[in-house]
């Protein structure tokens, strides 16, 4: 069973201060999306990485696909209330196009 | 383009009773995914269709099923319900592999 851990699972911080979120498998899969989710809708799509070692940047998000293409990570500079959500990581099972979505990661960033 | 639509928003049921959830994906998207979010479980996979077929099956019983029509409008139905069913019900469309979600459908079952 492929699975994907998310750490931290919550994560309280100030406006202003950075932060890294990390998803992690032991499986490979050919891509791997990251979406933010508010609650009560539907999570949206932020990126996809594709090739192992790809960085992506998104105004003050910095997204890393690992070389091995089993992990990722989302890292967030100078955060800002607008940021608070919950982050989900997914990766495509290359095989059947299936996504697996990670644990979550639930972000507040207070004024 | 309009983005994916989802209805209803919100729904109460009461236990044993069926409910029917409607998906309008992206015009153009022949695939469509549903998935189930608790707070518990986090977002589980249901099923993928793809032009009117079931291409991909998660691992809920088979009080849970759905279908495609021509259109490739979707919906997702299940029976006897029991309250752990009571969630999120998510619909996503997509062309490729990235996929878009809708609102999804607020399920509350007493």
């Known amino acids: 069973t492929q699975l994907l851990e998310q750490s931290p699972q919550f994560l309280s911080i100030q406006e202003g201060e950075n932060l890294t979120v990390y998803c992690n498998s032991s499986s490979v899969f050919s891509s791997l999306q990251w979406y933010r989710q508010e609650p009560g809708e539907g999570p949206v799509l932020l990126v996809t990485?594709?090739?192992?070692?790809e960085v992506k940047k998104l105004k003050r998000l910095t997204f890393q696909f690992g070389d091995a293409r089993k992990d990722s990570s989302l890292h967030i500079t100078a955060a800002q209330p607008g940021d608070t959500g919950l982050y989900l990581c997914a990766g495509a099972d290359g095989a059947t196009n299936k996504l697996i979505f990670g644990t979550g990661t639930l972000l507040a960033v207070q004024p | 383009k309009a983005g994916v639509t989802q209805t209803p928003r919100y729904l109460i049921k009461t236990r044993g009773q069926q409910v029917t959830l409607s998906c309008s994906p992206i015009s153009g998207h022949r695939s469509v995914s549903w998935y189930q979010q608790t707070p518990g479980q986090g977002l589980q996979f249901l099923f993928e269709y793809f032009s009117e077929t079931q291409r991909n099956k998660g691992n809920f019983p088979g009080r849970f099923s759905g279908r495609q029509f021509s259109n490739s409008r979707s919906e997702m139905n299940v029976s006897t319900l029991e309250l752990g069913d009571s969630a999120l019900y998510l619909c996503?469309?997509?062309?490729?592999?990235?996929?878009?979600f809708g609102p999804g459908t607020r399920l509350t079952v007493l």
């Open positions: 996503a469309s997509s062309q490729g592999y990235e996929q878009f």
């Open positions: 990485v594709v090739t192992g070692g």
